[in-house]
């Protein structure tokens, strides 16, 4: 489920798969604090399915260069659910908009579908698509310097659950401005 997670941040919320990340390894320096991204209590809040942190870390799918990134996935006991919050800080905005460019290119594959979204930053994207059976809903915010990505996994993408989807984003997004 990782690697289609991963797949899933690439296509939907702006950020790149592995192929567009840094070979360096992140440092301690590197790595933002757990506060820059939402807890398990504010996901679980609005997808009560989710029920543990699975992982954490250093945002291995960031593009570009950024100065220090965060993500984190959610997930129900099973692992069918996911929840993927990413952070990417980068030096300025022009590095955090280029990052953002570069990750809209590479969004366009077969059935991809936009998702019409309200505008959480400078710039916003989000959409859908199925893949191995399993359903991606993403987003992604440009707000300054920072790059703000969200994921589900393994959730329809109804209207409810873009709905909420789009209000748990709109948290982290606030969460992560400057």
Not at 154 to 175: E, H, K, M, T, Y
């Amino acid at each position: 489920m990782k690697s289609v997670s991963i797949v899933a941040i690439a296509i939907l919320c702006a950020i790149c798969a592995p192929c567009g990340a840094s070979s360096l390894p992140p440092t301690d320096s590197t790595l933002l604090p757990m506060s820059s991204v939402l807890d398990l209590g504010a996901v679980r809040s609005i997808f009560p399915a989710v029920t543990r942190m699975a992982e954490t870390g250093a945002d291995a799918t960031a593009q570009g260069s950024p100065a220090a990134t965060r993500s984190v996935f959610y997930e129900n006991d099973g692992g069918s659910k996911r929840v993927t919050l990413t952070v990417d800080r980068y030096g300025d905005a022009a590095g955090a908009a280029s990052a953002f460019e570069l990750a809209l290119k590479k969004s366009k594959v077969p059935g991809f579908k936009p998702l019409k979204v309200p505008n959480l930053g400078a710039r916003t994207f989000g959409g859908t698509v199925t893949m191995k059976g399993v359903t991606h809903v993403g987003l992604g915010v440009l707000d300054g310097n920072f790059v703000v990505g969200a994921t589900l996994a393994g959730f329809d993408a109804s209207s409810a659950n873009v709905s909420r989807f789009v209000s748990l984003s709109r948290a982290q997004a606030a969460l992560s401005k400057p």
